[in-house]
């Protein structure tokens, strides 16, 4: 049996950042936090803070692969592994709006990665969303919600693979949201030209989440509060890009003090290939190209994003003045209890090789056994 003690400058522990505290870490895996009086003097010192590793919920490609035109096992751990490399231990891989096929083939390969490294299960972002706010997602594609991709949750759902499945409520009735909701998925409202009005209907029928706020919504406005109004005034969970182009700074600060209650918003990269990649990729046959810090397509729309979890959780702290814990909260704990899988969160637990290592502004320095 191998015991090893470790006594950081702080601790994130998945609520709180606490100082004094040292590790126990026997076989590789944390077993208990005690007060660094109560560690042997050989307790290894760590600069900075250890944490458990980020959690990213809307993750499109990493390393020069996208999920959408390589919807295969080998592909998502590629995606994955690229990710790591930033502090990123867990991922859902995201498919957005694509043909049928494309779907089915997204499907079968969470369905045999599951289980992989890093592999939390999937995000289906599209294709049953508002022609109004698609974005980048192609119009071809677009459609309202049928039988196939609820087949689609419910054989995910099945084998116990954690389904995140962002729609509008334009493309979805009320009993399809239910279903959805009913078979465990977390049921996410995104690319969406909905009123108030019909975004609380919608929550009333089970969506318990907001994909990438601000973006892709309809705006927030004097007399006509639309998604994102909703969203910020209600309870749900609340997914946001913060990179300062996707939504600039002073805004996701207003957002956040303005929700009423802490903890319901958490950062999602919405990466593509170019993150651990080259600066160009091609999605839907168009040339997606990395100009400024900015992913644009041939038609001059934002492509998703080139930024890591590392660079969010770090602006969010440092730019947007948000609390240090809060901050780490965002990035860690809320996501990974949203798709039910809190322990990822909680540093007793966690193999030491998951266990990643920030500065006091934190900014990511490395993991603490690479």
């Not at 702290?317 to 949203?338: F, H, K, M, Q, Y």
Request: contains cysteine; glycine residues 10%.
């Amino acid at each position: 049996m191998s015991d090893r003690w470790l006594s950081p400058d702080l601790v994130f522990d998945g609520q709180d950042l606490l100082n004094n505290t040292a590790l126990r870490v026997v076989d590789g895996v944390v077993q208990s936090l005690v007060s660094t009086q109560d560690a042997p003097p050989s307790a290894e010192e760590i600069s900075g803070i250890l944490s458990p590793g980020f959690v990213d919920l809307q993750v499109n490609g990493g390393g020069g692969v996208l999920f959408n035109t390589t919807p295969t096992s080998d592909g998502i751990r590629k995606i994955a592994a690229a990710h790591r490399q930033f502090g990123t231990t867990g991922i859902l891989p995201t498919v957005i709006t694509d043909t049928k096929e494309v779907l089915t083939q997204a499907v079968d390969a969470v369905l045999e990665a599951q289980g992989s490294e890093g592999i939390l299960g999937i995000h289906i972002e599209g294709p049953h969303i508002s022609m109004a706010h698609r974005g980048t997602h192609a119009e071809q594609h677009v459609r309202p919600m049928d039988n196939a991709t609820i087949g689609h949750v419910a054989r995910l759902r099945e084998a116990s693979v954690a389904v995140l499945i962002t729609l509008a409520p334009e493309a979805a009735t009320s009993d399809q949201i239910a279903r959805l909701s009913a078979l465990g998925a977390v049921v996410s409202i995104g690319h969406s030209d909905a009123t108030a009005e019909e975004t609380k209907a919608a929550m009333q029928a089970g969506v318990s989440c907001a994909t990438h706020l601000f973006n892709a919504m309809s705006p927030m406005q004097s007399r006509a509060p639309g998604v994102t109004g909703a969203v910020i005034n209600s309870e749900i969970a609340a997914g946001i890009i913060v990179d300062g182009i996707h939504v600039a700074d002073d805004m996701v600060g207003l957002a956040l003090r303005a929700r009423p209650k802490k903890d319901l918003m958490f950062l999602v990269s919405d990466a593509m290939p170019t993150v651990g990649g080259p600066d160009h990729f091609n999605l839907y046959g168009m040339n997606v190209t990395l100009v400024d810090g900015r992913l644009v397509n041939a038609e001059g729309n934002l492509a998703g994003a080139h930024v890591t979890m590392a660079e969010g959780v770090a602006r969010l702290a440092n730019e947007v003045g948000l609390d240090r814990a809060e901050s780490l909260r965002a990035a860690i704990t809320v996501p990974a209890r949203l798709i039910e899988q809190g322990a990822r969160a909680e540093i007793v637990g966690t193999q030491s090789r998951n266990l990643i290592c920030l500065d006091r502004d934190l900014r990511f320095t490395g993991f603490l056994d690479e």
